[in-house]
C-alpha cells in the first residue's frame, strides 16, 4: 500500500489537490505518523471520516507566521502540546533542564516553549481571531480543571481560561474529535457545541447546564488547601463515562464545565483506528537532522490495551485513559506484527506486547460496561475486589500467536506488569510462560517502596505481596531451568515517607543485596492523587494530614539512602541516617549501611573493599595516613607490646618481550 504523508507545507497541499485544509493541526513534537503518537492517531482518523488535515510540528512561537504556513483551515485549529507534558518534557523533578528532547530531531531540546499548549493557542488567537480552537493531549487533558503547578509551585486556573481555545477534548480523543468535527462541518457555532462527552468548554451561564455538580470556587480553592483536596477527590471520582457526573468550576464571572468522560472504544473501534493508514515512522523532512529517537522504543512494539485498573495515587491515567480496558483483536494485533516484520531492519525482535499494564486485558469486572467503575473502591487496593476477574488466558493465546509469526525470534513484554493481579491467578500458565519466553534476563517491576504506610499513601499493594511475588518469580526460574533477574523500580520522597521509611527501604536493599542504577523522586505531575497530597498536606480520600517532604536536602538524603553503596553518597547517607535516629548503621558490622569514615576501610561502598584497593590501594593508603602517629609506626597488642610493620619491597616488573 502506498502510503503518504498528511501535508506539512503548501507544496504537499497542492500536491495532494487540497486548496484549503479543514482543520490545522499545531503539535510540540516532531510530525511521527505512527499510532503511538496522539497527532497521527487523531489526525488519520478525521482523514477516515472525509476531512483534510495538515500538520504543523514544533511551530516557532516567537513568529506568527509559524501558524500561517498551511493557510486559515476551514473548520478550525487542533493543538496538542505533544505526547508528554511540555514542563515534564523539560525539566526533571529537580527543575533542572533536561539535555534532550526525544520527540524533536536530532533529540535536540528547546524547540517547544513552557506550557505548549497555552502559547500555542494564544499564538493562533493572535493571528485568526474567530477560528475555532481545540485543545487536546496530555497536557490540556490533566489541566482540564484547577490544577497544582510544580513548576510555579501554584494552583492554577484551568487551561481554558489562559489558553484561548474554545473546547478542550480530555481523554483519549477519538469520539469527541469526530463528534466536534461533524458539528463545526453543519456549520453550528463552536460557542454552541456544549454536549460532547469528554469535553470541557466556558460559560457565562448555567441555565441550559443540566445534571451538574458544583465544584467551589477558584478563589476558595486557592485560599484553603482543604477545599481543593476535596474538590480534586471529586473531579477523581468522577472521571467514568457511565457513572460520572457533569462538574462545574467557578471563575467568579465565567464557569468552566466538564461534561462527561467519553465512553471507551470496543473492539471493532480499536481495531479501526489502528488499521488507519499510517506511515508508521517520522516525516523525511527530519532525516538530515538524525530523525526522531522517540520512535526508536514504538517501532517494533504492540499495543493491545489502554486503561489502567491499577489506581496507583501517583499516576493521572484516571484522569486520562480511565480505569476502564479497552482492547484490540488478536486478528489486528497479528496483522499489525506481520507488517512490522516487513521492515527492512527487523532483526526479529518484538520489543513489547501491552499497554499501561501488559498483563490487563479485560475490564476488572463485568458491569463496568454499563454501570461504570465504582467511585469509593479500587480494584486491587489494598487487597484485590472479590468481584475482580483474574484471567491470563486471552493474553496468553496472544502472546503464543505472536511467537509463531515468521520471522519473529522473540516477543519481550516491557510494559508493567502487576505483580499483584499475576499472583491472584489461580493458573501458572502465564506466570511460566512469562519467565520461559517473554523475558530477556531481568524483569522489571514497580513495587516502589517496602513501608506499607507510603504503599498506602501511594495506593500499592502491601509489602508482603511483592514478597510473594519474588519468592513465586524465582522458583519458576529454577523450574524452567533459566536464571533471570528482578530490577525493581523504586521511588523517593513521596507524600509520607519521611526519613525513617527511607532508612527501611535502604535496608531491605541492602538484605536483597542490590542497588538500583536509577532512582525516581516522586514528581508532582498535574491531576494525581500523589500530588494533591503534596500541595495541600492531606490525603483527599480520607482528608487526613499527611507527611509530605519538600525540602531540596532532604529529598536528596532520601534518594541517597536508595543507592547508599555510591561513594559519592557516602556524606548524604550518613547525615540521613544520624537524622533518622539509625546511626547503629554506620559501623562494620554486616548490617551496617556504611562504615564510619576516618578509620580503616571507611568510606568504600557498602563498607567493603574490593579488587586491588582493598589490598593496599590508594584508598588504604589515604586511610592508614589519616590515623595518628602511634597507629602509623605500629598496632599496639593487648598486653602493651608493638608490632613495627615490615616495609614492603617496591619492585619494577617489567614485561618480557
Known amino acids: 500500500m502506498n502510503r503518504t504523508f498528511l501535508p506539512v507545507s503548501k507544496q504537499d497541499m497542492t500536491e ?3 486548496e484549503q485544509l479543514d482543520f490545522v493541526y499545531v503539535t510540540g513534537d516532531a510530525y511521527v505518523d505512527h499510532p503511538s503518537f496522539g497527532h497521527a492517531i487523531i489526525s488519520r482518523l478525521l482523514q477516515a471520516h472525509g476531512y483534510t488535515v495538515g500538520i504543523i510540528p514544533q511551530p516557532d512561537w516567537r513568529d506568527e507566521k509559524s501558524v500561517q504556513k498551511l493557510g486559515k483551515p476551514r473548520l478550525g485549529f487542533l493543538v496538542t ?23 524533536t530531531p536530532g533529540g535536540v531540546m528547546g524547540m517547544r516553549p513552557d506550557y505548549a499548549a497555552v502559547v500555542y493557542c494564544n499564538l493562533i488567537r493572535r493571528v485568526y481571531k474567530d477560528i475555532p480552537i481545540i485543545a487536546g493531549g496530555i497536557e ?40 466536534i468535527a461533524d458539528a463545526l462541518n453543519t456549520g453550528m457555532n463552536v460557542a454552541d457545541i456544549t454536549f460532547v ?14 445534571d451538574y455538580e458544583l465544584l467551589p470556587d477558584y478563589d476558595e480553592l486557592c485560599e484553603n488547601k482543604r477545599s481543593y483536596a476535596q474538590s480534586f477527590y471529586k473531579q477523581y471520582c468522577n472521571t467514568d463515562p457511565f457513572a460520572g457526573k457533569r462538574l462545574v468550576e467557578p471563575y467568579r464571572t465565567v464557569y468552566v464545565v466538564q461534561n462527561p468522560a467519553a465512553k471507551p472504544l470496543s473492539v471493532q473501534e480499536m481495531d479501526d483506528i489502528y488499521d488507519l493508514p499510517y506511515c508508521r515512522t517520522y516525516h523525511p523532512m527530519y532525516e538530515e537532522q538524525g530523525g526522531i529517537p522517540a520512535i526508536e522504543e514504538v517501532r517494533f512494539s504492540l499495543v493491545s490495551n489502554r486503561g489502567c485498573f491499577g489506581g496507583c495515587n501517583f499516576c493521572a491515567l484516571t484522569f ?42 479485560q475490564p476488572s469486572c463485568e458491569k463496568q460496561l454499563t454501570m461504570g467503575v465504582c467511585k469509593n473502591r479500587q480494584c486491587l487496593f489494598p487487597k484485590p475486589c472479590p468481584n ?31 505483580f499483584d493481579y499475576l499472583i491472584c491467578d489461580k493458573s501458572d500458565t ?16 514497580a513495587p516502589e517502596h517496602v513501608s506499607d504506610r507510603v504503599l498506602s499513601m501511594m495506593g500499592k499493594p502491601e509489602h508482603r505481596v511483592y514478597e510473594q511475588f519474588t519468592k513465586k518469580y524465582h522458583r519458576m526460574n529454577e523450574a524452567c531451568q533459566m536464571k533471570q533477574y528482578l530490577v525493581p523500580y523504586l521511588m523517593s520522597s513521596h507524600p509520607g515517607c519521611t526519613m525513617k521509611e527511607a532508612v527501611e527501604l535502604a535496608c531491605y536493599l541492602r538484605d536483597i543485596k542490590h542497588m538500583p542504577e536509577q532512582v525516581q523522586d516522586f514528581y508532582p505531575t498535574p491531576s494525581t492523587i500523589s500530588t494533591c497530597m503534596y500541595y495541600t498536606g492531606l490525603d483527599p480520600r480520607t482528608m487526613k494530614p499527611v507527611y509530605v517532604e519538600k525540602d531540596p536536602h532532604n529529598k536528596a538524603m532520601q534518594r541517597a539512602l536508595i543507592q547508599y553503596r555510591k561513594p559519592e553518597n557516602y ?25 564510619p569514615r576516618g578509620m580503616r576501610g571507611a568510606g568504600e561502598p557498602g563498607g567493603v573493599y574490593r579488587g586491588r584497593r582493598a589490598a593496599g590501594g590508594s584508598y588504604a593508603r589515604k586511610s592508614a595516613m589519616s590515623g595518628n602517629s602511634r597507629q602509623r609506626q605500629g598496632n599496639t597488642l593487648s598486653d602493651g607490646k608493638k608490632t613495627v610493620r615490615k616495609k614492603k619491597t617496591i619492585r619494577n616488573i617489567h614485561k618480557k618481550k
Open 140 to 179: 490540556a487533558s490533566l489541566r482540564r480543571l484547577a490544577h497544582y503547578d510544580y513548576w510555579s509551585d501554584s494552583l492554577k486556573r484551568s487551561i481554558l481560561m489562559d489558553c484561548g481555545a474554545d473546547l478542550i477534548s480530555y481523554g483519549m480523543g477519538e469520539r469527541s474529535i469526530i463528534e
Open 197 to 210: 462527552d469528554g469535553t470541557c468548554y466556558r460559560t457565562k451561564h448555567l441555565e441550559n447546564v443540566y
Open 430 to 445: 502465564f506466570f511460566q510462560e512469562l519467565v520461559k519466553y517473554h523475558i530477556s534476563g531481568q524483569l522489571k517491576v
Open 16 to 18: 495532494q489537490n487540497i
Open 571 to 595: 556524606y548524604l547517607v550518613a547525615e540521613a541516617l544520624k537524622k533518622a535516629g539509625r546511626e547503629d548503621l554506620i559501623g562494620f558490622d554486616a548490617k551496617c549501611l556504611i562504615r
Open 388 to 418: 475482580l476477574r483474574i484471567d491470563h488466558s486471552d493474553y496468553v493465546e496472544l502472546l503464543r500467536k505472536l511467537r509463531q509469526i515468521p520471522k519473529v525470534k522473540k516477543v519481550f513484554i516491557r510494559s508493567g506488569i502487576r
Open 320 to 361: 486520562h485513559q480511565g480505569r476502564i480496558i479497552q482492547t484490540r483483536s488478536h486478528e489486528s494485533i497479528v496483522k499489525e506484527a506481520q507488517m512490522i516484520t516487513q521492515e527492512p531492519d527487523f532483526k526479529g525482535y518484538i520489543h513489547d506486547v501491552g499497554g499501561p499494564t501488559a498483563n490487563f486485558r
Open 81 to 103: 502540546a505533544g505526547n508528554m507534558d511540555s514542563m515534564v518534557n523539560h525539566y526533571s523533578v529537580s527543575k533542572k533542564k533536561r539535555k534532550k528532547d526525544a520527540y
